[in-house]
Structures are given as C-alpha cells and as structure tokens.
C-alpha cells in the first residue's frame, strides 16, 4: 500500500500542490484501475463524470513527469549524490530539481538562446551549461549563481562535459571544433580540429586521458585529452553521430546517429561489437547504467529503449512522451534514469522495473484528428501512422483499421447520414470508406500538395476539400469525378464548409481572408476580409443568412453571408476551432466552450463568454465547464498539436497550428494523444462539475 501510495503521489505531485483538489478528480481518473489509492477512493470519483477514460491496470514504468519548461527540454544530468536533476531547455533556461521529490529548486537564467547540453562537476559544486548563443556558462550548483562565461566559439555550443578530476572541461559546437579549457583559470587549453561538421557531442573516458567527440560529419575521433592529438577516426554510422559516451569501465564507446541506430565499439580498437537495431527515427542520446550492463537510447520516435550491453538484445521499450526524446541520464545508484524531450517535460523512469510496460488499443502514432459520427454511436480517428480508426463512441472499442493512405491522414469526417467516412492526407488524396465495412470506396486525387480538410453537402452527393495546394476542390461524391477548382486563394486553405442548402461554399485560409464561392459554378461571390492572422475554421448558421469564422488572431467573426459585411467581433482569448452552429442559430459551439450570440448585435466587438464543456485553448491541459478548469489532464493525455514541421519541413518558424485533435459533442469529449492513444470522457448533464452537486434548473447551462 504505501508503495503504491508512494507512486500515486509522485505521478500526480505538479497537480496535487498547484491545484489540491484535483486529488480527488485528475489524480484518481488517471490513476491505474488497480492501483490500490484508486480502488480505496473509488468513491470520491467525481461524480459529475460519467465516462471515465480507459487506463491501463498498473503503474508503468515513469515515476514521475517534471513540468516546468515552456519549450524543448534538451538534455538532462544527474548530481553525482544523485539528490538533483539538472535539464536544459529552447526556453532559454537550465533548471534544478530535487530529484526524489520532482520538486523545481532553481531556474537559471542567463544564457539568450536554447539551452543545448548540461554537466555537473565531479565534486557537484558547479554545473556548466552549453548554448546555441555559443557561450559555455558556469554556475554554483548550490546557489545558482553565474561563476564564469566562456566565449570563444563562434558558432552553436552543443555538448559540455568534465574531466573527472574537474580540472578541465571540454565544449564541442557548430564551428566543428572542440575546446578544452583550464576550469581553475577559465581560460582555453586546447582547441581540436579535424571534424568536417557540426560536433555534437563530447565526452571523456573515466580515466581522463582521452576525449571522444560525435560530429555531423558521420565519424567519431578519439583523441589524447593531453596533447590533444588524434589517436583513432571511427566510422561506420551512415549519417550525423548525435551521441558518444563511454562505458563506466572505459573499454567500451557507444554512439547514436541520425541513420536510427546505436553502436557499441571497443574503446582501445574501435572495432564495432553491436549495432543496436529497432528505433524507427534519428536517435539522439545513449547513456551506459553505472555497472555497465545496460544502455538506454533515447529517440526521435519518442521512445527511450534499454538494451543488454553485452548482448546487444533489446529489454524494454519505454513510452510516454509526446514528442522526441533529446536526452537521457541515469542515476548514480543505477536505480532510475531521467529523459527530456520535445514535449517540454523531463521524466524519472524506474531502471529496476522489469515489467513490461501495458499497451492499449490506439494509433501507432500521434492522433491528429477525430470526429463523431452524426448520430454520435461512432468516432473516426486519424493519425500520423496512416491510418484511420472507427471506434464505438459508448465503449471505446475499435471496431475498424482503415488502411491505404501512404502519408499521415490529416482530418475525418462523417457523410450526413453517417454511412461514409472521408479522410485527408499528405499524399495529396482523400479517401471515401464505407463507414460499417471499412472498404474503400474511392480515391480522390487531383490535389498537388497535403490536402487538409473535407466537408460533405447537406445531401451527402458532393465533397469539398481544401489542400495546401492553395485550391478548394469539389467532387462528386458517388464516381469520384472532379466537378470544379475552385482559385483564388494565395495561402493553403485550412477549412470548407458548405451552406445549409448547399448552394455556396465557404473557405478558410492563410492569406488572412474567407471567400464565399457558388458550390454550382464556382464563381467566387465574396472575399471577406478582416482577420489579421491565418482564418482557420468557418460555419454557416442553419438558416444560410450568417457565417462564422475563427482565426490565429484569437477572433470569431460573425459576418453577413449574403453581403459579406462584418456583424460581429468576439474576443475568444485564444485560437479555436472547429466551429458550428446549434440548430436554432442562436449558439456558437466551438471547443472551449458554447458562446451565446446576440440576434440583433449592438456591440462590434465583445468578449465571447464560454458555456458548457470544453479544453482551454491556451496550452490543452485542462477540461473546461463554463470557463472554469475542472479536470487537469496529464502531459501525454492532452490533444496532438501539429506544428509548421508536419507541413512544411522547411519551415524555420516552427509554432502549432490549427488541429481537430480533439472534439466536444454535447457530454462527451473525445481527445486525440500524441501517443496514438483516443479517449472519451462522458459527463453527467445533471450534476454540476463545481458543487458535485445536481444542478437546479436555473443553473444548468443549455444549448438552444
């Protein structure tokens, strides 16, 4: 029990001392179904919830999630007493933390740009720090206070590491050099030369007399950490070399790479003894377990393995982040190690757990859009693994794998009557499926680049779909032909939406504007303009006479959708999506909430007031009723956010864009996960998720 408690604890802590209730709401509905808190408390279950999400039966491996960064966390060190964690971040900062309660001790601050790698000081007395404002910095590790700065680079800083005397330190940076600097006097010893690329990583041997260093040039070089003169050249990887780290006994070098493997050499030799096969992306990290036996790799496909050292076999495959895993350390003891990730969180990991970590039903990969059938017994998912899934909205069985696509499948939706199901990729298709069988029915191609978006006509016979190619497109829904292409637009268009009669169409875009366009000729009717950022989701009313937009200016716009004039501004206090009307015209739904809507506006501008449930805009941690937060999801139960990265790969700003990952419909929220998992959480319409309490009449909020 007290094990068990201990675990309940430690998983839930960011929660527990930021918002104490939750306690008895997010702590126990994320909970094991066999954890033992959870079964003692049951009954404190809220009762407002009336569809708990499916968890698995056992605590995983992942003891704790440490929150905290507002970006990247890049890499992640160990104190050598083991009692501090150390991460660095893109925010900007390096930050401590106890390691056996999680709890933030210190947030350095100082460095201008992301915050690439971090090293104790044997003795723990100093931490240096490695930034891509080409800086090493060093700090007390107790006070958190800048001892010294070292500036000699002139390109990125990516990897620091101590001698194990502490006498020196080695810097390895984009200037394809590495540096050893004297720690006593702060000033260079030594500089490296021979890389062809971008070094990243470096690190010395136990005994302090070589240096190994992993470069963009495909070669790790072992070199006199003395002299400083090459000793060994070690090729083999087929592509850049992110990580090399030494066994704790020096006799054994492992390397990552961005070709998805890690090798293991012999140190004196260099001849490679395992080539360690099975991540499916780059893997960025590699770490010995302080007796030798074991060695973790952290990977772009966000999993971190652990591998026999000796054998090469493969033990365990860790998941639970979100998003690439950067880096990984163990503990001094052997008894748990820490990974960072893209996620922005740092996660503790039971090293001595041999228990293999529960999969349950979902995608393969990130959930990146789902829909409910119209009648609400279905839920169509869609995910980076290619494929579309249809669940039972009741239960959350899968009842169909929809396979075919050759890229991500970006959105679904339902026909009218629910017997098709349309998705979208980026192989440049959509795809109508037989919503009971799963047959493919038919292929649309014509699309140039990633279609993002489809909508069925009121009577099901025609679809509209808008692509990146800058083109909405429709098409006869039964043969598949082309009917028309739709011009005009001068961004991608990110949403299509027909009216109620099906005459026109609406479309949503990058350029900022909403064109209205007859569905029949596809003569373009009105192009509204107004927003001041990407217009990314539209609505008509019921009755056709209005049209509703949502943008990246944090706007709703309410225009006349047969003159094309401006009726109303709601301020939303953030992006949404996914708008539509209730059946009377008098609600807008979107996924933070209902918004009520003046008849007759006298204000042009008002901020939108929120009913009913939803998920805060913001950063999706939260399950909102009324604007109130009500039930705190946990980092890997929040909604998929894409980013410019799925697509444009090359994009330099990358920042999240609009996404379907999640979906409100009446009681029920359904969430895509970054992990591939879907869930469904059903509330109680009569009891108020504030007094746990039924409602009286008066205070029940309802759609119109």
């Known amino acids: 029990m007290m094990r068990d408690a201990n675990r309940f604890i430690l998983y839930s802590r960011y929660i527990i001392e930021n918002a104490p209730l939750q306690v008895y709401a997010s702590a126990l509905v994320f909970s094991p179904t066999m954890s033992r808190m959870r079964m003692l408390f049951q009954d404190k279950e809220p009762p407002w919830i009336s569809t708990s999400p499916i968890m698995q039966n056992n605590w995983n491996p992942c003891l704790q999630i440490l929150e905290g960064h507002t970006d990247w966390a890049r890499s992640v060190a160990f104190s050598p007493d083991g009692r501090r964690l150390v991460s660095t971040s893109d925010d900007d900062t390096v930050r401590v933390w106890n390691a056996e309660t999680g709890a933030l001790q210190q947030t350095l601050e100082g460095h201008t740009d992301w915050v690439w790698s971090v090293a104790f000081s044997p003795d723990g007395r100093r931490l240096a720090s490695a930034s891509c404002d080409k800086t090493v910095r060093i700090w007390d590790a107790e006070t958190g206070v800048l001892q010294q700065t070292l500036e000699d680079h002139i390109d990125w800083v990516l990897s620091v590491a101590f001698s194990p005397d502490g006498r020196r330190l080695a810097s390895a940076s984009g200037d394809t050099t590495v540096r050893i600097w004297d720690t006593g006097s702060d000033t260079l ?6 890389h062809t690329d971008w070094v990243r990583s470096v690190a010395f041997s136990p005994d302090g007399r070589r240096l190994a260093s992993a470069s963009d040039d495909k070669t790790v070089r072992i070199w006199d950490a003395e002299s400083g003169i090459l000793q060994q050249t070690l090729e083999g990887h087929t592509d850049w070399v992110f990580s090399i780290v030494f066994s704790p006994d020096g006799q ?3 390397s990552t790479s961005s070709d998805k493997t890690a090798r293991i050499l012999d140190a004196e030799t260099g001849v490679l003894q395992q080539t360690l096969e099975g991540h499916t992306d780059w893997v960025y990290s590699v770490v010995f377990s302080p007796d030798g036996r074991r060695l973790v790799s952290t990977s772009r496909d966000k999993t971190v ?17 979100t998003d690439s895993v950067t880096s990984v350390a163990f503990s001094p003891d052997g008894r748990g190690f820490a990974s960072a990730s893209g996620d922005k969180t740092v996660r503790i990991w039971d090293a001595e757990t041999d228990t293999p970590q529960q999969t349950l039903e979902g995608h393969t990969d990130s959930a990146l859009s789902v ?8 839920l169509a998912s869609a995910s980076r693994d290619k494929t579309v899934r249809i669940w039972d909205a009741e239960t959350g069985v899968l009842q169909q794998t929809l396979q075919g696509h050759a890229a991500l499948v970006w959105s679904v939706t339902f026909s009218p009557d629910g017997r098709r199901l349309a998705s979208t990729s980026h192989d440049k298709t959509v795809r109508i499926w037989d919503a009971e069988t799963g047959v493919l029915q038919q292929t649309l191609q014509g699309h140039t680049a990633l279609v993002l978006s489809v909508a069925f006509s009121p009577d099901g016979r025609r679809l509209a779909s808008a692509s990146d190619d800058k083109t909405v497109r429709i098409w006869d829904a039964e043969s598949g032909t082309l009917q028309q292409t739709l011009e005009g637009h001068t961004a991608l268009v990110w ?18 504007t909403v064109r209205i366009w007859n569905a029949e000729t596809g003569v373009l009717l009105q192009t509204l303009e107004g927003h001041t950022d990407s217009v990314w989701s539209v609505a008509f009313s019921p009755d056709g006479r209005r049209l509703a937009s949502a943008s990246g200016d944090e706007t709703v716009r309410i225009w006349d959708a047969e003159i094309g004039t401006l009726q109303q501004t709601l301020a939303a206090g953030a992006t949404t999506t996914g708008l539509s009307f209730s059946s009377n015209g008098c609600h807008l739904n979107t996924k933070m909430g209902h918004i009520a809507l003046d008849q007759s506006p006298s204000v042009p501008i008002r901020t939108a007031n929120y009913s009913g449930y939803g998920i805060d805009a913001v950063n999706r941690s939260w399950i909102t009723w009324n604007s109130s937060k009500v039930l705190w999801l946990p980092q890997q139960y929040r909604p998929s956010i894409y980013e410019d990265s799925i697509i444009d790969p090359t994009a330099s700003d990358v920042y999240p864009r609009p996404c379907g990952s999640f979906v409100v419909r ?3 929220i359904a969430i895509g996960c970054s992990s591939g998992r879907v869930l469904l959480i059903g509330f109680n319409p009569n009891i108020s998720p504030i007094t746990n309490e039924p409602f009286h009449f008066s205070a029940q909020n309802t759609i119109c």
């Open 305 to 321: 393995r652990i591998w026999d050292a000796g054998t090469g076999v493969l033990q365990q495959t860790l998941k639970g982040h």
């Open 371 to 378: 829909a409910f059938s119209p009648d609400g017994r279905r």
């Open 495 to 512: 949403s299509v939406a027909f009216s109620p009669d099906g005459r026109e169409l609406a479309s949503a875009s990058d350029d900022k």
């Open 189 to 194: 010893q030594q500089t490296l030369e021979g």
């Open 252 to 254: 054994q070098l492992a």
């Open 666 to 668: 009446k009681q029920v």
